[in-house]
Nanobody
Framework: QVQLVESGGGVVQPGGSLRLACAAS????????MGWYRQTPGQQRDLVAT???????NYPDSATGRFTISRDNDRHTVYLQMNSLKPEDTAVYYC?????????WGQGTQVTVSS
């Protein structure tokens, strides 16, 4: 089992920045991927960014240049630095952990971009 604890969400004005963090604990070993997804009411959960334990990253076009994912393998923590935030970035952001044991999700953290 893997447990995920997210932090860093909140309310920010357009153009502002936020940094999300997701700390994983439990059965963590070998190769794994952590990432961030976001979801708005009535919509599917969409990819924001992923990073492997080897450091390879993946972003959709909508996040390239504004969002940066990074990780601290010693702390099993992944970060999402979000800059130049727009109102359309408002969503619940979920952390995901994938390894040979399975897929695990965090409880989600709300990000609201509003003036």
């Amino acid at each position: 089992q893997v447990q995920l604890v997210e932090s860093g969400g909140g309310v920010v004005q357009p153009g502002g920045s936020l940094r999300l963090a997701c700390a994983a604990s439990g059965s963590i070993f070998g190769f794994y991927t952590m990432g961030w997804y976001r979801q708005t009411p009535g919509q599917q959960r969409d990819l924001v960014a992923t990073i492997t334990s080897a450091g390879s990253t993946n972003y959709p076009d909508s996040a390239t240049g504004r969002f940066t994912i990074s990780r601290d393998n010693d702390r099993h923590t992944v970060y999402l630095q979000m800059n130049s935030l727009k109102p359309e970035d408002t969503a619940v952001y979920y952390c995901r952990f994938v390894s040979g044991l399975g897929t695990y999700w965090g409880q989600g953290t709300q990000v609201t971009v509003s003036s």
